[in-house]
Structures are given as C-alpha cells and as structure tokens.
C-alpha cells in the first residue's frame, strides 16, 4: 500500500489524553500516542493495565472520560466538545477474544454481514466475501455453520469478518488467547501475513511479549494505566527506559545500584552495586533520563553474560554454578555471585555443571542503567 | 512501509499539556444524554408507573376509612385496627397462615423426595415418570380443588363413596372441605415449585461428596441427611419459601374448599371487599397490604440471602453423578413416585372427566346418562343456551394470553437488555423494579390496581386485565430471557456494531436471533400462566370481561358441577398441550430456577 509522505499519514491515528474511569479508578489514565497509517502497533501489559480500556475507547465501545481519538480526519471522540460518533460509524473491523462469530449464521452470513449493512449489491457482496475467504483460507467452509468451525477457523471467520468492508482501522483483542500453542503460533505470522496484504491501520492488545515481538511495527508496553515505553521491538527489548519494561520483555539480570561517574553526554557510566555488602563498579551504557548520583538498575540480558571457565577478559567476576538446566539447544544457568543469583545462557557443548566455580564476564555496550 | 512517528511518553503521564480534568459529577450528567440511556429512562419510567402506582395506591386507600354511611372517607389507621378486633379478619388471618404452613411442609417433604428419587437414585423408569411430576406446576390449582371436591366431599366424593360401597366403610373416610383440604390441594400442587428448585443441584452435585461420607462408614440414610440435603438446604429452602408465598396468595383452593364452610383466608376476605356485598375497598386494600408485607419481606429474604448461596454448594462439572443403588427399596420409590402422579394428576383429571359427562351429577357414575351436553354448552358460543360466562371467559383469556404473553416478552427482551447490556443510570432500578411484582400475590396487586385506575376508562375493559396481567408477571419472562443473554457473549452484540450495525440492526439481527429459545420458553410460560389466571382477574373483571377461570368459578358458583368440570376440562386440555409444547421447545430443567 503505498503511503503519502503527508503529516496526516505519519499522524494517522491520535490518541490524545485519554482517561476513563471505572467507578472511582482511572482504568487508563491520561495517555497519549500517534501512529502511521498502516502501522501495527500492540498494546502490551498485564490485566488491568489499561490496554483493553484503551482499545475499546477507540472502537466506541464505551464513552471516554477525558482526551480524544482521531483517525484520519474523522475525530471519533472528544467529550470536551460533546463529540461521541456512535461504534457503527466509525469503519473499524474488530476480532474479538471470543472470536464473536455468530452461531446462528453459516460462514459466508457471518463475513458478510459488514457489507450487508452498508447495503451493497448481492453480486458485490459475494465477489468480495469470497475474496477475503480465500486470502484467509476457508473457501472450503463457506457454507458451514459457524458452530462446526475449529478455533483457529473461528479466529480465521472473525478476521475475515473484520476486514471485509476493508474498514480504516482493525482492532485486535487478544484474539490468539484461547488457541493452543502451536497453532498460536501459526497465527501469529498468518495474521501479520494478511494484514501486510491488506494494509490497514491495526492496533493489537496482548498479554503475551512473544505475539507483541513477533507482529508489531511499534509497542506501547502499558501498567496500571500508564505507558511505560513507546518504541520498536528491537527498541523495547534491547533499550528499555526502566526496570518493569525491562522485567515485562524477557528475561533480564536486575541489579539495584547508583550512578557514580557519568559522561555528560550520556553513552558510558560507571554504576556502584552492592554484592554482599561490598562495593563493586561496573562499565555500562546510561539509559535516558538518568545522570550522576542517580539510583539506578542494571538490565543485563541472560545471553549478554557469559560463563567462561578461564576468563579473557577485563574484570572477570568469579561465581558458582547453583543450577544448570538443559533444554536443547541451550543450557539455562543460576550463576551465584554474592547474594545475588545471575540467570546466564549457556552453550551446551561447555557441559555446565551445578557447583562448578566460573568467571561471568560482561559486554558494557550490553549493560544498560535503566531508571528504577 | 515508513518509519513512524512516535510521541517520546515518559513512565509520567503527560496530564499537564491536555485539557483540564473535569469532575466526575459533570461527566455523569453529559453521560446521561444517548440514545440507550434515554431509552432505558423511558423503559424505567414506564415499568415504575406501572408496578410502583398500584403500589402506592393501595398504601394510601388503606389508611381511607369508610363511615357508617358508606360513602365518605376519612384517615385513619381504622382498616388496620380490624385486622385484630374483626369477627373474621383474624381467623382469616390465622387460616392463612395455618395453610401457607401446613402446604409448605407437604410441598417440601413432596417435592424434596421425589426430586431425590428422581435425581441421586437408581428408581426405575425415571426418565418416563419426571415430566409428570411436573404437571401440576402448570396446572390450575383451583380447577384441582374442584376435581378433589369431585373426589373426597364428604357426601359426594367419589372416592368416599366407593369406600362406602366396596370397602364396608359406614360413613364417609375423607373430608376436603376445610382447611386440611385446603393444605392437601395446595400442597401437592406446589410441590413441583421445590421439585425444580432442587433437582438441579442434586443432579450436578458431585458425587464425591456422597462417596467420601460413605468411606467413613456412613450409612445411605445418614449420608443423605447429613451430607446430600445439606448441601441442596438453599434450594430447599428457596423452595419453601416461595411456596408459602404462593400458597398465602392462593385465592381458588380456599375458595372452593375452606371459605363455603366458614373458614376464610386473607384472599377470599380481600375478594369479599373488592367485589362482594360488603365491598370497602379501603379495608380490601389494607389486608392486600398486610398480606404484601408478608410475602414481600419473606421474597426478599429468599432472593438477598438464600438464593444466591444456592451456587455454592454445586461444582458446575458436566459429568452425570453416580446414582445410588436403592435395592429393592427402588420399588418402593417407584410406587411413592406413581403414588404422587396419581393423586396430583390423574385422579383430578379423570374425575373431572367422568363428572363432565354427566348431565346430572348425584354423586353415582351412570354410564347411560353420559353425555357432551356440558361442553356444548359451555364451548359452543353460537348455541342459544350457551352460557355466556363461559364462552366468554374462552374468548377473553385466549386473547389476554396471546397479547399479554407476547407483550411480556418484548418488555421482558428490552429490559433483560438494560440489566445486562447497557451500563447506564437506571440499570440497577429496573433490575429492583422486575423484583418487585413477584414479592405480592397476584390477588394483592390486583387490588392495587383496582384502586388505581377504577375511576379511569380502562375499568371494565380488557385492558385493565391485561395491565394486571403484564405488570403481575412478565418478570417470569424477563428471567427466562435474563438466563439465555447472561450466557451468551456481549462480544456477539459488539462484533456487530463494529461491523456498521446500529443498535437497533444489531437487536433485530443477532440478540433477538439468539435469544430466540429463550423468547418462545418465555411466552409459552406466560401463555400458560395466563390461561390459567384467577386471582388477578377475580379482582378485575366485569360482566363480559370473564376470564377462563373465572367462567369456571361462575360456573362452580352460580350453576352445577357438570357444567364447572367440563369448563375445567377444556382448560385443563388446552394446558396439557401448551406443557407438552413447552418441554419440546424449553428443554428438560429450562424451569429450574
């Protein structure tokens, strides 16, 4: 889909502000964030972060409280001017968790349902209702009844149903969550495979990092109603601007220090960390937001320490083996150093062993200082 | 595809830069203003008038009391005060109470054993006898107790009779007319109500718990009574106390058997000051009040405390418990079971059968006399000597049911709606409000109603009945919609506006398809309930506005037991066929509540 270098489209969907309250809390409070037409981006959290509250804003499933959404030129809500365009006027396709497909419609009523709505020709109708069947695979199950389908069809049908009005804006609401994994998995790349070929604007709430990684042009990993981070997935996992981002996407070595030496310029710094009682500085990259003298927490990736037996490098760290569990094709360590239990990845062919002693040596450009 | 834009959003909200937080309070008020919400108000408004109104008009005609010239009023709390100092109001009162409690007790010991037998035990042939148990539910109650006046009058009973004849009795053995007659008709006929409010939990009961008792060494007996009916105690007790409730409201078992031989109840006295010859309709509406309190506070106990515990005690697992292995105690059960078909359904039946073919009825069955001439004349509307009440009551309670269970039920669709689809205002007060009619008896509203609109044009039309009628019950059918939308998703609704259907597409194309077996199980309840109806419409009717069952007490009052049977019959026949309608389209425990 080729895409207008315009400020509208780089602004495609605008979400200003938003609050909503359920009775006396805030569900989400006060958000804000763009996106580009065409763009994927997932909301990403635990339960009762918001992003749920957020997407169903959007859709118009419920008021707002405060803030505004705009897509394109449409602005779908903004209670400060009295604004509120009704679900059905706003051209969003949406998938629901449950898949939501009508049992007492066969597969091909259910898909064209949006079109029948929006009264177009018979003819028109099942053209495009056995397009988009095709493009999602159940040309063979057009005439059965929406009761025969498997899961992973029902999940199939819904999203059929969602984009057949070719809307401007699909929402997705933890639509894999109650498929089993294998076939999660599967569609996972299935779903981004077609949404790449159609090429609308998709927003996509889960609680699951892996389906966020895996599908998305953009993350906004949400808690308790606020953002945390915007960014890539690349961004999110590898530069995470605080410890929850951090802990929320992987696995990460959490370490409490405080920034000693800093370069104004950001980029290096040396954190002071406590192991046992004793003082120990370590080389690291500084995250936005924090300068000398600041608290801090070091973020180190499992696969970013290495457990060597004869150390090569500078300031190796000598530990002990508390466990090494081996799954295939990697072996996933407790290394003890101090009081503090490091998660290390570990290549199988070095036969670990539990209570072996090792070195744990670090890469500083890997050791992020993230605010606390 | 291009890179995108970002707003750099900090772990900070940035609540600073957007427009200024406005209150909760001002937001509520802006959020009053839609399309759902004032449809709701308007749904709230409309079901208020029509069960608060009635309510209030008997509250306030009940502190009127009338002077010795019976024409004006004044306040007081007089009405009241003869509720203790009447020659007959506080027999009455007694004998309501005697009788709530006496067909509770039956009820319950009825209706707990055979759902029991039927649920948790290896009885034989089970599956064939439960429809049956059911029957009476749907049945007339005061049609029953002209069927066992039929059967054990002390003079005329049939079955007195026989024992006098066959047995070598010397004078009659059973007696109906008084209050244990009363408390035997109420009794069996409301013993189903427990039956469904417990057969349930016993059937989805794990069957672990039973097996445990009985590793310790606890006998079949001692496990069911400490382990198996503890465990179903609220609905055992929901159970009973909608029968009592049921039975203080009954109006035509006391009036057929206890008020001719001098014991009155609450009902027939109220019936007595609405319509009889010592009418006051301020002293009919403060017992309608004092009986409403009753039933209201004992409803509302049952609904806030008992029922929702009933959840608890079941684990909601789909498997079928195993059933205990009676021996040859399974005989017994059997016997007991068929025992309860026979007294509560068949004999009724076949008295009223044999007593309607006879011209003349002397108490004695003689084959040559029998004849259709009863039901010509109380069914063949174009005949000369047709009897009006009758024809009539067929004509009125044929229409009333068709537009009032199908009035119900589209009342019963938008509110089931409110409560469980919309989250506006009024949502928790329409909820209070379908609550509320079940709390009084239908005699109690019935009067409310009187008082409320007697002066207005719709006295002495249909519509009054109909009003009564609709307010009285369609939250049987709101219930029954209520359960079938609770379990289907709301994402069903919401996929279809997402899909460019408004609300009013998105009712008419998914919600009311889906809830379409929810829909027809209600109005065939409702259909049922009205066919059958007496104690509103004893209270509503005029000449020409008689309703089925009060054709049948015209009959039973004004002209002769052949004549009432066949009536009865009629009834009975159309009933037994909406039943067989309603199992076919409701499923076996669609009733369970």
Partial sequence: MPIDNTQSDENYLEVKDLIKWFGDDPAVDGISFKIAKGDFLTLLGPSGCGKTTTLMSIAGLHSIDGGSIRVGDAMFTDPESGIFMAPENRDIGMVFQSYAIWPHMSVTKNVAYPLEIQKIPKDEINDRVADVLELVGLTDMADKMATQLSGGQQQRAALARAIVAKPRLLLFDEPLSNLDLKLREQMRVELKRIQNEVGITSIYVTHDQAEALVMSDDIIVMSKGHIEQMGSPVDIYSKPVNSYVSNFIGVANLLEGNVKKANTSGGEADVEVNVAGEPITLKCQLGAGLKQGDDTVLSVRPENVHAVREPDGAAPVPGEVTSAIFLGNYVDCRVAWGDFEWKVIAHPRMGLKEGEKVYLQFESEHMLAVQP | ?593
């Fill in chain 2, 1 to 593: 595809m291009q890179e995108v834009a970002t707003v750099a959003t900090g772990p900070e909200p940035q609540r600073t830069e957007g427009p200024p937080r406005r209150s909760k309070a001002e937001n509520r008020i802006r959020a009053l203003f839609n399309q759902e919400n004032i449809a709701t108000m308007v749904v709230a408004l409309i079901i208020g008038i029509a069960v608060i109104l009635p309510l209030i008009a008997l509250f306030i005609n009940s502190f009127l009391v009338l002077d010795d010239s019976g024409w004006d009023t004044e306040w007081g709390f007089d009405n009241y005060l003869l509720m203790v100092t009447d020659r007959i109001i506080p027999k009455a009162f007694v004998n309501t109470i005697l009788i709530s409690s006496g067909s509770t007790v039956l009820a319950t010991f009825l209706g707990v054993s055979l759902a029991w037998i039927n649920a948790r035990t290896n009885c034989p042939g089970r599956d064939f006898l439960e429809p049956y148990n059911l029957i009476p539910f749907f049945l007339s109650p005061f049609v029953g107790a002209i069927a066992w006046h039929n059967l054990a009058a002390p003079k005329t009973g049939l079955l007195n009779n026989w024992a006098q004849d066959y047995l070598g009795f010397e004078t009659h053995i059973l007696n109906v007319d008084n209050l244990w007659g009363v408390i035997w008709v109420t009794g069996i006929f409301f013993a189903p109500l427990v039956y469904l409010f417990v057969v349930g939990s016993l059937r989805r009961m794990d069957p672990s718990l039973e097996d445990s008792a009985r590793t310790t060494g606890a006998g079949l007996f001692k496990t069911t009574m400490t382990v198996t009916l503890p465990l179903v105690m609220p609905g055992i007790l929901s159970g009973a106390i909608i029968v009592f409730v049921t039975s203080a409201g009954e109006f035509g078992v006391p009036f057929k058997l206890s008020a001719p031989y001098g014991w009155e109840t609450l009902t027939t006295q109220i019936f007595s000051k609405a319509v009889g010859d010592d009418a006051n309709h301020y002293l009919g509406a403060a017992m309608s009040m004092a009986l409403g309190i009753i039933t209201v506070v004992l409803i509302w106990i049952q609904q806030r405390y008992i029922a929702p515990r009933s959840f608890t005690t079941v684990t909601g697992k789909g498997f079928r418990p195993n059933v205990l292995d009676l021996g040859s105690w399974k005989w017994v059960a059997f016997g007991y079971n068929v025992l309860y078909i026979l007294v509560a359904v068949v004999l009724p039946i076949l008295s009223l059968l044999v007593v309607s073919l006879h011209p003349v009825w002397e108490a004695t069955i003689q084959p040559a006399q029998m004849s259709f001439i009863n039901y010509e004349k109380t069914l063949f509307f174009w005949r000369e000597d047709s009897i009006q009440a009758a024809t009539n009551g067929i004509f009125n309670s044929l229409i009333l049911a068709l537009v009032g269970a199908t009035l119900s039920m589209v009342l019963a669709i938008v509110v089931s709606y409110m409560i469980h689809r919309t989250k506006g205002p009024m949502t928790r007060l329409i909820d209070f409000l379908c609550v509320v009619p079940i709390g009084f008896p239908g005699i109690v509203l019935a009067m409310g109603v009187l008082v409320t609109y007697i002066q207005t044009p719709i006295y002495a039309t249909l519509w009054i009945l109909l009003l009564g009628y609709v307010t009285r019950f369609f939250p049987y059918g709101q219930r029954n919609v209520s359960s079938i939308m609770l379990a289907i998703s709301e994402e069903l609704d919401q996929s279809s506006r997402m899909s460019g259907a408004s609300w009013f597409t998105t009712l008419k194309r998914i919600t009311i398809p889906l809830l379409k077996p929810g829909i027809f199980a209600g109005w065939v309840l409702l259909f049922i309930i009205f066919l059958r109806e007496l104690s509103i419409s004893i209270i509503l009717y005029t000449t020409g506005t008689e309703t089925l069952s009060v054709g049948v007490y015209y009959l039973s009052n004004f002209e002769n037991e052949p004549l009432t049977a066949a009536l009865s019959m009629a009834q009975t026949i159309v009933l037994l066929a909406a039943i067989f309608l309603f199992r076919r389209v409701a499923g076996k425990e669609a009733l369970t509540a």
